[in-house]
């Protein structure tokens, strides 16, 4: 079974545990909501899932359209936050945006792509932000890089020196890495990175 597929079989269930910002850790909303303040332009929420960062960003009077290819979530997306903007797409599809976005969301968007396909997905987040657009990427902390059974398909844990190298070898500047264990949680990381100008 692919992760479209396992994705699209458990949407509902994943919509009802973790789709709205009330289920998220608060440092996260906190964190989230900075950085969509300080970006300039269009905000690309990728990977999008339930939409409810999307909408919690549109509900802050940003501009900000989601993205997911799993129909289901876009479909749910659609109909629990009506007025926000949810396409169903994928990171294959930034291509046809080059330059489009002053800010890219990928909060855990990655976490299943293959170690070898990391660095190809930075370099296309990095093409289609603008000129001094910002990246917050979120997704699992660990002390190797390596696979795990995640409660949906597998994934993968990143070391957050070593992604913070893969991004800026995709010609991003990192502003700042965080790095954290919350209780009853795997360990969490983001790295904040600039498109240079």
């Given at each position: 079974m692919t992760v479209l597929e396992a994705?699209?079989?458990?949407?509902?269930?994943?919509t009802?545990?973790?789709g709205s910002v009330e289920a998220m850790a608060p440092a996260d909303v906190r964190r989230i909501e900075t950085w969509a303040r300080t970006a300039c332009g269009p905000l690309l929420d990728l990977g999008c899932?339930?939409?409810?960062?999307?909408a919690h960003l549109a509900a802050l009077g940003l501009e900000v359209e989601g993205w997911d290819?799993?129909?289901e979530f876009v479909r749910?997306?659609?109909?629990?936050?009506?007025?926000?903007?949810?396409?169903r797409a994928a990171l294959a599809d930034l291509d046809g945006h080059p330059g489009a976005w002053g800010g890219i969301l990928a909060w855990y968007s990655l976490i299943h792509l293959e170690p070898a396909?990391?660095?190809?997905?930075?370099?296309?987040?990095?093409r289609a932000l603008r000129p001094?657009?910002?990246?917050l990427l979120g997704f699992f902390d660990g002390a190797r890089q390596e696979p795990?059974?995640?409660?949906?398909?597998?994934?993968q844990h990143w070391p957050a020196g070593r992604m913070t190298e893969l991004v800026e070898e995709a010609g991003l500047e990192v502003l700042d890495v965080e790095t954290r264990t919350d209780p009853g949680a795997r360990p969490h990381a983001a790295v904040h990175a600039r498109s240079p100008h």
């Open positions: 994705y699209a079989r458990r949407a509902e269930e994943y009802a545990l973790l899932g339930p939409g409810h960062w999307t290819p799993v129909a749910s997306a659609r109909d629990r936050h009506p007025g926000t903007v949810f396409r396909e990391m660095p190809g997905a930075l370099g296309a987040l990095h001094g657009g910002t990246l795990f059974d995640h409660a949906v398909a597998p994934a």
